[in-house]
Protein backbone atom coordinates (compact mmCIF):
# COMPACT_ATOMS: atom_id res chain seq x y z
CA UNK A 1 0.00 0.00 0.00
CA UNK A 2 1.03 3.57 -0.48
CA UNK A 3 0.48 6.51 1.94
CA UNK A 4 -0.24 10.12 0.99
CA UNK A 5 -1.11 13.56 3.47
CA UNK A 6 -4.86 14.39 3.55
CA UNK A 7 -3.74 17.72 1.73
CA UNK A 8 -1.95 19.78 4.47
CA UNK A 9 -3.45 18.04 7.17
CA UNK A 10 -1.44 15.44 9.55
CA UNK A 11 -3.72 12.85 8.77
CA UNK A 12 -2.09 9.98 6.61
CA UNK A 13 -4.25 8.32 4.11
CA UNK A 14 -3.88 4.50 2.38
CA UNK A 15 -4.01 5.67 -1.61
CA UNK A 16 -6.66 3.18 -2.19
CA UNK A 17 -9.50 4.18 0.05
CA UNK A 18 -12.59 2.23 0.59
CA UNK A 19 -15.66 2.98 -0.79
CA UNK A 20 -18.59 1.99 1.39
CA UNK A 21 -21.50 3.05 -0.87
CA UNK A 22 -22.87 -1.03 -1.46
CA UNK A 23 -22.76 -1.13 1.99
CA UNK A 24 -25.78 0.56 2.42
CA UNK A 25 -27.35 -2.53 0.27
CA UNK A 26 -31.32 -1.66 -0.60
CA UNK A 27 -32.58 -1.02 -4.16
CA UNK A 28 -29.43 0.39 -5.53
CA UNK A 29 -27.08 -1.89 -4.63
CA UNK A 30 -29.57 -4.92 -4.89
CA UNK A 31 -27.46 -7.93 -5.28
CA UNK A 32 -25.83 -8.89 -1.70
CA UNK A 33 -26.99 -8.37 1.69
CA UNK A 34 -25.18 -6.82 4.11
CA UNK A 35 -24.79 -7.45 7.80
CA UNK A 36 -22.74 -6.46 10.94
CA UNK A 37 -20.20 -9.49 10.25
CA UNK A 38 -19.75 -9.39 6.88
CA UNK A 39 -18.38 -5.33 7.58
CA UNK A 40 -16.28 -6.84 10.45
CA UNK A 41 -14.86 -9.49 8.26
CA UNK A 42 -13.69 -6.54 5.75
CA UNK A 43 -12.71 -3.70 7.84
CA UNK A 44 -10.03 -6.69 8.66
CA UNK A 45 -9.87 -7.67 5.03
CA UNK A 46 -8.81 -3.77 4.84
CA UNK A 47 -6.92 -3.48 8.05
CA UNK A 48 -4.91 -6.56 6.83
CA UNK A 49 -4.43 -5.38 2.97
CA UNK A 50 -2.80 -1.16 4.83
CA UNK A 51 -6.30 0.30 3.62
CA UNK A 52 -6.78 2.39 6.39
CA UNK A 53 -9.54 5.24 4.73
CA UNK A 54 -13.02 4.62 4.11
CA UNK A 55 -15.57 6.89 2.84
CA UNK A 56 -19.12 6.82 3.76
CA UNK A 57 -22.18 9.25 3.09
CA UNK A 58 -25.30 9.10 5.04
CA UNK A 59 -27.80 8.98 1.97
CA UNK A 60 -25.59 5.60 1.65
CA UNK A 61 -28.61 3.00 1.82
CA UNK A 62 -30.77 5.58 4.06
CA UNK A 63 -27.82 5.66 6.55
CA UNK A 64 -27.82 1.93 6.39
CA UNK A 65 -24.43 1.84 5.80
CA UNK A 66 -23.10 4.40 8.20
CA UNK A 67 -24.93 2.27 10.51
CA UNK A 68 -23.29 -1.44 10.19
CA UNK A 69 -20.08 0.83 9.40
CA UNK A 70 -20.54 2.22 13.17
CA UNK A 71 -21.76 -1.29 14.65
CA UNK A 72 -18.63 -2.83 13.08
CA UNK A 73 -16.04 -0.46 13.52
CA UNK A 74 -16.26 -0.94 17.34
CA UNK A 75 -13.45 -1.81 19.03
CA UNK A 76 -11.77 -1.29 15.32
CA UNK A 77 -12.11 2.81 14.94
CA UNK A 78 -8.70 3.65 15.85
CA UNK A 79 -7.13 1.95 12.86
CA UNK A 80 -9.12 3.76 10.10
CA UNK A 81 -9.75 7.15 8.69
CA UNK A 82 -13.34 7.77 8.94
CA UNK A 83 -14.93 9.93 6.10
CA UNK A 84 -18.61 10.80 5.14
CA UNK A 85 -20.91 13.51 4.53
CA UNK A 86 -23.10 16.59 4.71
CA UNK A 87 -25.27 18.55 2.98
CA UNK A 88 -28.42 15.78 1.34
CA UNK A 89 -30.42 14.23 4.39
CA UNK A 90 -33.97 12.64 4.18
CA UNK A 91 -35.26 14.80 7.65
CA UNK A 92 -38.15 16.33 5.55
CA UNK A 93 -36.96 19.90 7.29
CA UNK A 94 -36.70 21.91 3.95
CA UNK A 95 -34.28 22.35 1.15
CA UNK A 96 -34.38 21.58 -2.44
CA UNK A 97 -35.19 18.24 -3.84
CA UNK A 98 -32.56 15.64 -4.72
CA UNK A 99 -34.25 12.30 -5.00
CA UNK A 100 -36.64 9.62 -3.83
CA UNK A 101 -34.46 6.54 -2.88
CA UNK A 102 -35.50 3.29 -0.85
CA UNK A 103 -38.96 5.53 -0.66
CA UNK A 104 -37.70 8.69 1.09
CA UNK A 105 -36.91 12.10 -0.15
CA UNK A 106 -33.31 13.14 -0.07
CA UNK A 107 -33.19 16.98 0.13
CA UNK A 108 -30.45 19.21 -0.54
CA UNK A 109 -29.28 21.49 2.27
CA UNK A 110 -26.66 23.39 3.24
CA UNK A 111 -28.21 25.83 5.75
CA UNK A 112 -25.71 25.84 8.97
CA UNK A 113 -28.02 23.87 11.51
CA UNK A 114 -28.65 21.33 8.51
CA UNK A 115 -25.02 20.72 8.30
CA UNK A 116 -24.72 20.55 12.09
CA UNK A 117 -27.08 18.08 12.15
CA UNK A 118 -25.72 15.87 9.55
CA UNK A 119 -22.33 15.72 11.20
CA UNK A 120 -24.81 14.77 14.89
CA UNK A 121 -26.51 11.88 12.75
CA UNK A 122 -23.26 10.84 11.51
CA UNK A 123 -21.53 10.46 14.60
CA UNK A 124 -24.31 9.06 16.52
CA UNK A 125 -24.57 6.07 13.60
CA UNK A 126 -21.03 5.61 13.12
CA UNK A 127 -20.61 5.57 17.18
CA UNK A 128 -17.97 7.60 17.10
CA UNK A 129 -17.05 11.10 18.58
CA UNK A 130 -15.17 12.29 16.00
CA UNK A 131 -15.27 12.04 12.30
CA UNK A 132 -11.63 12.44 10.19
CA UNK A 133 -12.60 13.83 6.63
CA UNK A 134 -16.34 15.51 5.90
CA UNK A 135 -16.93 15.98 2.48
CA UNK A 136 -19.54 18.33 1.55
CA UNK A 137 -21.89 15.99 -0.92
CA UNK A 138 -23.27 18.37 -3.74
CA UNK A 139 -22.73 21.68 -4.12
CA UNK A 140 -25.56 24.31 -2.60
CA UNK A 141 -27.67 26.14 -5.35
CA UNK A 142 -29.07 28.65 -2.45
CA UNK A 143 -27.02 28.99 0.60
CA UNK A 144 -23.66 30.61 0.43
CA UNK A 145 -20.73 28.86 0.56
CA UNK A 146 -19.98 31.49 3.60
CA UNK A 147 -22.37 29.99 5.86
CA UNK A 148 -21.66 26.42 5.63
CA UNK A 149 -18.00 26.82 5.80
CA UNK A 150 -18.51 29.04 8.98
CA UNK A 151 -20.17 26.12 10.17
CA UNK A 152 -17.96 23.15 9.26
CA UNK A 153 -15.38 25.60 10.83
CA UNK A 154 -16.61 25.68 14.26
CA UNK A 155 -17.44 22.17 14.21
CA UNK A 156 -13.58 21.44 13.39
CA UNK A 157 -12.63 24.20 16.68
CA UNK A 158 -15.53 21.67 18.96
CA UNK A 159 -13.27 18.91 17.38
CA UNK A 160 -16.49 16.98 15.87
CA UNK A 161 -14.83 16.84 12.64
CA UNK A 162 -10.70 17.38 11.41
CA UNK A 163 -10.93 17.86 7.75
CA UNK A 164 -13.44 19.15 5.08
CA UNK A 165 -13.26 18.22 1.16
CA UNK A 166 -16.27 18.82 -1.37
CA UNK A 167 -17.68 16.83 -3.76
CA UNK A 168 -19.68 16.62 -7.21
CA UNK A 169 -17.60 20.37 -7.90
CA UNK A 170 -16.14 22.46 -10.14
CA UNK A 171 -12.53 24.01 -9.84
CA UNK A 172 -14.09 27.46 -9.37
CA UNK A 173 -15.94 26.00 -6.23
CA UNK A 174 -12.81 25.00 -4.82
CA UNK A 175 -11.44 28.35 -5.04
CA UNK A 176 -14.48 29.79 -3.38
CA UNK A 177 -14.50 27.36 -0.44
CA UNK A 178 -10.84 28.31 -0.16
CA UNK A 179 -12.01 31.87 0.74
CA UNK A 180 -13.56 30.67 3.62
CA UNK A 181 -11.20 27.76 5.24
CA UNK A 182 -9.03 25.05 4.03
CA UNK A 183 -10.36 22.48 2.21
CA UNK A 184 -8.38 19.20 1.74
CA UNK A 185 -9.05 17.81 -1.08
CA UNK A 186 -12.47 17.01 -3.60
CA UNK A 187 -14.05 13.96 -4.49
CA UNK A 188 -14.98 13.66 -7.50
CA UNK A 189 -15.64 10.77 -10.72
CA UNK A 190 -12.95 10.12 -13.03
CA UNK A 191 -12.65 7.49 -14.81
CA UNK A 192 -10.71 6.17 -18.58
CA UNK A 193 -14.03 6.70 -19.36
CA UNK A 194 -15.30 10.15 -18.13
CA UNK A 195 -11.72 11.84 -17.56
CA UNK A 196 -13.25 15.40 -17.88
CA UNK A 197 -12.22 16.16 -14.17
CA UNK A 198 -8.54 16.43 -15.25
CA UNK A 199 -9.52 20.04 -16.15
CA UNK A 200 -9.36 20.07 -11.73
CA UNK A 201 -5.74 18.91 -11.36
CA UNK A 202 -4.13 22.20 -11.57
CA UNK A 203 -6.51 23.99 -9.05
CA UNK A 204 -6.01 21.37 -6.67
CA UNK A 205 -2.27 21.57 -6.76
CA UNK A 206 -2.95 25.35 -6.12
CA UNK A 207 -4.18 24.38 -2.64
CA UNK A 208 -2.13 21.22 -1.89
CA UNK A 209 -6.13 19.52 -2.39
CA UNK A 210 -6.04 15.35 -2.96
CA UNK A 211 -8.07 14.53 -5.97
CA UNK A 212 -10.07 11.59 -4.78
CA UNK A 213 -11.36 9.55 -7.42
CA UNK A 214 -14.65 7.81 -7.30
CA UNK A 215 -16.16 5.69 -10.22
CA UNK A 216 -12.73 4.77 -11.40
CA UNK A 217 -14.22 1.32 -12.88
CA UNK A 218 -17.13 3.28 -13.08
CA UNK A 219 -19.35 0.75 -10.43
CA UNK A 220 -17.73 -2.18 -11.75
CA UNK A 221 -18.02 -2.03 -15.63
CA UNK A 222 -14.18 -1.53 -16.01
CA UNK A 223 -13.78 -3.90 -14.26
CA UNK A 224 -13.62 -7.14 -16.61
CA UNK A 225 -16.41 -8.14 -19.41
CA UNK A 226 -18.41 -10.35 -17.16
CA UNK A 227 -20.67 -7.86 -15.96
CA UNK A 228 -22.36 -7.33 -19.14
CA UNK A 229 -24.19 -10.37 -18.99
CA UNK A 230 -25.57 -9.95 -15.89
CA UNK A 231 -29.36 -9.03 -14.67
CA UNK A 232 -29.86 -6.74 -12.14
CA UNK A 233 -33.00 -5.48 -10.57
CA UNK A 234 -34.90 -2.88 -11.65
CA UNK A 235 -33.45 0.14 -9.48
CA UNK A 236 -29.74 -1.43 -8.92
CA UNK A 237 -27.82 1.18 -9.99
CA UNK A 238 -26.01 -0.88 -12.42
CA UNK A 239 -29.37 -1.58 -14.35
CA UNK A 240 -29.49 1.60 -15.33
CA UNK A 241 -26.14 2.39 -16.50
CA UNK A 242 -25.25 3.34 -20.11
CA UNK A 243 -23.10 0.46 -20.27
CA UNK A 244 -25.28 -2.58 -20.35
CA UNK A 245 -26.93 -0.79 -23.42
CA UNK A 246 -26.29 -0.91 -26.60
CA UNK A 247 -23.91 0.81 -28.65
CA UNK A 248 -21.83 1.05 -25.61
CA UNK A 249 -22.25 -3.13 -24.09
CA UNK A 250 -20.35 -4.30 -27.46
CA UNK A 251 -18.31 -1.18 -27.39
CA UNK A 252 -16.95 -2.36 -23.97
CA UNK A 253 -16.38 -5.89 -25.05
CA UNK A 254 -14.68 -4.56 -28.41
CA UNK A 255 -12.04 -2.51 -25.66
CA UNK A 256 -11.70 -5.31 -23.39
CA UNK A 257 -10.78 -7.51 -26.28
CA UNK A 258 -7.89 -5.14 -26.82
CA UNK A 259 -6.87 -5.08 -23.50
CA UNK A 260 -6.61 -8.62 -23.21
CA UNK A 261 -2.84 -9.14 -24.38
CA UNK A 262 -1.90 -6.70 -22.03
CA UNK A 263 -3.24 -8.21 -19.19
CA UNK A 264 -1.57 -11.42 -20.17
CA UNK A 265 1.80 -9.26 -20.30
CA UNK A 266 1.01 -7.93 -16.88
CA UNK A 267 -0.60 -11.27 -15.27
CA UNK A 268 -3.07 -8.95 -13.99
CA UNK A 269 -6.64 -8.11 -13.58
CA UNK A 270 -8.55 -5.53 -16.15
CA UNK A 271 -9.63 -3.88 -13.02
CA UNK A 272 -5.87 -3.64 -11.83
CA UNK A 273 -4.73 -1.96 -15.84
CA UNK A 274 -7.47 0.46 -15.62
CA UNK A 275 -6.64 1.50 -12.28
CA UNK A 276 -3.20 1.83 -12.88
CA UNK A 277 -4.08 4.08 -15.82
CA UNK A 278 -5.67 6.01 -13.48
CA UNK A 279 -3.07 6.21 -10.93
CA UNK A 280 -0.99 7.46 -14.17
CA UNK A 281 -3.32 10.75 -14.95
CA UNK A 282 -2.29 12.61 -11.23
CA UNK A 283 0.49 12.37 -8.67
CA UNK A 284 -1.78 13.35 -5.96
CA UNK A 285 -4.52 11.15 -6.88
CA UNK A 286 -6.82 8.86 -4.06
CA UNK A 287 -8.02 6.21 -5.53
CA UNK A 288 -11.61 5.45 -3.55
CA UNK A 289 -13.12 2.13 -4.86
CA UNK A 290 -16.02 0.17 -4.36
CA UNK A 291 -15.44 -2.87 -2.31
CA UNK A 292 -17.94 -5.63 -0.79
CA UNK A 293 -15.34 -8.49 -0.73
CA UNK A 294 -12.01 -9.42 -0.56
CA UNK A 295 -11.09 -10.42 -3.01
CA UNK A 296 -11.96 -7.63 -5.55
CA UNK A 297 -9.86 -5.68 -2.16
CA UNK A 298 -7.11 -7.84 -2.94
CA UNK A 299 -7.23 -7.59 -6.21
CA UNK A 300 -7.23 -3.28 -6.53
CA UNK A 301 -4.37 -3.38 -3.93
CA UNK A 302 -2.07 -4.75 -6.60
CA UNK A 303 -2.75 -2.12 -8.42
CA UNK A 304 0.56 -0.77 -7.22
CA UNK A 305 3.24 -3.27 -8.36
CA UNK A 306 1.89 -2.46 -12.67
CA UNK A 307 3.97 -0.54 -14.12
CA UNK A 308 2.41 0.81 -17.11
CA UNK A 309 4.82 1.90 -20.32
CA UNK A 310 4.06 5.54 -21.83
CA UNK A 311 3.13 3.55 -24.88
CA UNK A 312 0.54 1.27 -22.27
CA UNK A 313 -1.12 4.35 -20.92
CA UNK A 314 -1.39 6.01 -24.45
CA UNK A 315 -3.09 2.31 -26.15
CA UNK A 316 -5.37 2.30 -23.00
CA UNK A 317 -6.85 5.98 -23.76
CA UNK A 318 -7.10 5.29 -27.79
CA UNK A 319 -9.10 1.91 -26.67
CA UNK A 320 -11.28 4.26 -24.86
CA UNK A 321 -11.39 6.95 -27.13
CA UNK A 322 -14.22 4.84 -29.38
CA UNK A 323 -16.62 4.33 -26.45
CA UNK A 324 -15.76 8.08 -25.65
CA UNK A 325 -17.02 9.04 -29.07
CA UNK A 326 -20.48 7.54 -29.10
CA UNK A 327 -22.88 10.33 -29.60
N1 LIG B 1 -19.30 11.81 -4.02
C1 LIG B 1 -20.18 11.13 -4.73
O1 LIG B 1 -21.20 11.67 -5.19
C2 LIG B 1 -19.95 9.68 -4.98
C3 LIG B 1 -20.64 9.03 -6.03
C4 LIG B 1 -20.40 7.68 -6.23
C5 LIG B 1 -19.51 7.00 -5.42
N2 LIG B 1 -18.89 7.64 -4.39
C6 LIG B 1 -17.95 6.92 -3.49
O2 LIG B 1 -16.99 6.28 -4.30
C7 LIG B 1 -16.98 4.88 -4.02
C8 LIG B 1 -16.59 4.13 -5.27
O3 LIG B 1 -17.53 4.31 -6.29
P1 LIG B 1 -18.50 3.17 -6.81
O4 LIG B 1 -18.72 2.25 -5.66
O5 LIG B 1 -19.63 3.84 -7.45
O6 LIG B 1 -17.81 2.47 -7.97
P2 LIG B 1 -16.43 1.82 -8.38
O7 LIG B 1 -15.43 1.95 -7.30
O8 LIG B 1 -16.15 2.38 -9.72
O9 LIG B 1 -16.88 0.30 -8.56
C9 LIG B 1 -17.25 -0.50 -7.49
C10 LIG B 1 -17.53 -1.91 -8.03
O10 LIG B 1 -16.34 -2.43 -8.58
C11 LIG B 1 -16.08 -3.70 -8.03
N3 LIG B 1 -14.62 -3.85 -7.88
C12 LIG B 1 -13.80 -3.13 -7.07
N4 LIG B 1 -12.53 -3.55 -7.23
C13 LIG B 1 -12.55 -4.53 -8.14
C14 LIG B 1 -11.57 -5.36 -8.71
N5 LIG B 1 -10.27 -5.21 -8.42
N6 LIG B 1 -11.96 -6.30 -9.61
C15 LIG B 1 -13.27 -6.46 -9.94
N7 LIG B 1 -14.26 -5.69 -9.43
C16 LIG B 1 -13.90 -4.74 -8.54
C17 LIG B 1 -16.78 -3.75 -6.70
O11 LIG B 1 -17.09 -5.10 -6.45
P3 LIG B 1 -17.68 -5.69 -5.06
O12 LIG B 1 -18.70 -4.70 -4.60
O13 LIG B 1 -18.29 -6.93 -5.48
O14 LIG B 1 -16.53 -5.83 -4.12
C18 LIG B 1 -17.99 -2.86 -6.96
O15 LIG B 1 -19.04 -3.65 -7.50
C19 LIG B 1 -18.39 4.60 -3.48
O16 LIG B 1 -18.45 3.40 -2.71
C20 LIG B 1 -18.60 5.84 -2.64
O17 LIG B 1 -17.92 5.72 -1.40
C21 LIG B 1 -19.07 8.98 -4.19
Not at 137 to 159: D, F, W
Not at 217 to 222: K, M, N, T, V
Not at 290 to 309: A, K, P, Q, S, Y
Request: a negative charge; charged letters at 30%.
Amino acid sequence: MKYQKLGNTDIEVSQVSFGAWGLGAGNVWSDMAVDVHMVENLLDDAYELGINYIDTAPVYGIGHSETVLGQALKGRRDRFILQTKCSLNWRNEGGEFEYVRDGYTVNRDHRAEAVRKDVEDSLERLGTDHIDALVVHRISRTVPVQETMAELNRLKEEGKIRAVLISNSQPADLDEYEQYGYVAGVQEKFSLLDDANRAYFDTCSKYNAVFQVYGSLEEGFLAGPGILDRQFGPDDVRAKAKYMQEPYRKALKDMYAGLEEMCQGHGCSFANLVQAWTLRQYDALNLLTGFRRRHTMEDTCRVFDIRLNDEEVSRISALAEAIKNIK
